[in-house]
């Protein structure tokens, strides 16, 4: 068997590269198209911008913390520990799971907080630029 015909048989590196490359994609496209369900204890959820958030409990070290709010960064994950949605002000009770640094104004990790459901979303938009621009060009 020649140089020739052995390079001939053996499939070709950018055809495994596409298919490792959709296999990988699959799941975050599919993801990011499906529609978020109802929130319930033990979800994650991530803070709308950035956010000021109440304290449920109060925290070992009061002195760092002057009143009883503290602020969330952008898209800092909170584990829900209780849920009101379905009351018409609704409002969720979260631990604070992102921001390890523990300074004032910051909420500290583990710390328990109470916000209002339009202050959180439940997952983060992984291709949402990509699928508002598809569904703009597309139609719904």
């Not at 369900?37 to 070992?60: H, K, M």
Request: glycine residues 6%.
């Amino acid at each position: 068997m020649s140089t020739h015909d052995q390079n001939q048989a053996e499939p070709p590196l950018w055809s495994i590269g596409i298919a490792m490359l959709i296999i990988l994609l699959a799941p975050l496209i599919l993801y990011s198209f499906a529609p978020a369900g109802p929130i319930r204890e033990g979800d994650t959820v991530f803070s709308n911008g950035q956010q000021r958030a109440t304290f449920t409990t109060p925290i070992a070290s009061q002195s760092l913390q002057p009143d009883e709010t503290c602020l969330l960064d952008p898209n800092s994950p909170l584990i829900v520990l209780e849920n009101s949605a379905g009351e018409r002000d609704g409002w969720i009770k979260a631990e604070v799971q992102g921001n390890p640094t523990a300074e004032w104004p910051f909420c500290p990790v583990h710390a328990e907080v109470r916000l209002s459901l339009h202050q959180i979303f439940q997952k983060p938009a992984v291709l949402g630029t990509v699928r508002d621009t598809l569904m703009r060009w597309f139609g719904k």
